[in-house]
Structure formats: C-alpha cells, structure tokens
C-alpha cells in the first residue's frame, strides 16, 4: 500500500502547479514512504527465520545502497533527454508496472504472514571438565 501510494502521489506531484498543493501531495507522500519503509523491515524480519535475521537485514541495506545511486544515475540520463517532470512521471508508471504483477502474485496477497520458525538447533553434550584438580596429597 506505501509504495503505491508513494508512486501514484509521485505521478501528481510532478505536476503541480501550486505550492499549497505540492506540500500537501509532499506530506501524503512522506506518510506512505514511512508505511513503506516500516513494512518493508518488518515484513523481512517476520519472514526470517530467526537465524538468519541479521544476514537479510544486511543484504536489504546492500540492495538499498547499491539501488539509490543506479536510480539516481538513471533518472539524471532521462532528465537530461527529457524534462524532470517527464523523467519522474515515466519512472512512476514504470515502477506501477512492474508493481502491480508482484502484488497479485505475492502470498501475502492472500495469506496472513506468519512468522517463520528457526530450524530446531541440535543441543551439544557439555564439554567436560578438562582442568586437573591438585590431589589432596600433593603439596
């Protein structure tokens, strides 16, 4: 829902001839990028097994800082072929796109997320006691 709302609100904004509106388009948007970016965290620590949780953390921060500057490079090429509000517009409608398929073919379109159980950890034996103690008669 955050992410639609943030490209659908993106579309708008682009366009906007008043200030009142931009700021309030601005606001709309910056409550679903917060929706977003919450469900995007939480939906990945739920689904994890527990073990594994700091490894998926990590890669979604890798896949977020590898993404913004290949956005950012990709979006400053369209800009300068296009106008600015062209460039947005165009990847707004594209990030519809290829969206819209991953919400009707996502689980979570019609299943509740469960949280995902860690595999069971086999117990070891505990180590043993591997300090000699002094004999009583040795001085």
């Not at 995007?40 to 500057?69: E, K, N």
């Not at 956005?71 to 600015?84: D, R």
């Not at 707004?92 to 398929?101: C, E, H, K, S, Y």
Request: net charge negative; aromatic share 8%.
């Amino acid at each position: 829902m955050g992410c639609l709302g943030v490209l659908l609100v993106g579309i708008f904004f682009v366009w906007s001839p008043w200030y009142a509106l931009t700021f309030s388009l601005l606001t709309l948007g910056g409550i679903f990028q917060s929706g977003f970016a919450t469900m995007q965290s939480a939906i990945t620590m739920l689904s994890t097994p527990h073990d594994m949780r700091g490894r998926m953390m990590g890669l979604l921060s890798v896949f977020i800082g590898v993404g913004t500057p290949l956005g950012a490079a990709e979006i400053g090429l369209m800009a300068s072929s296009v106008s600015i509000q062209w460039a947005i517009s165009m990847n707004m409608l594209a990030g519809l796109v290829l969206l819209l398929p991953a919400v009707f073919l996502t689980p979570l379109a019609w299943k509740p997320l469960t949280q995902a159980e860690a595999d069971p950890v086999e117990e070891s034996p505990e180590p043993e006691n591997t300090v000699q103690e002094p004999l009583a008669n040795e001085t």
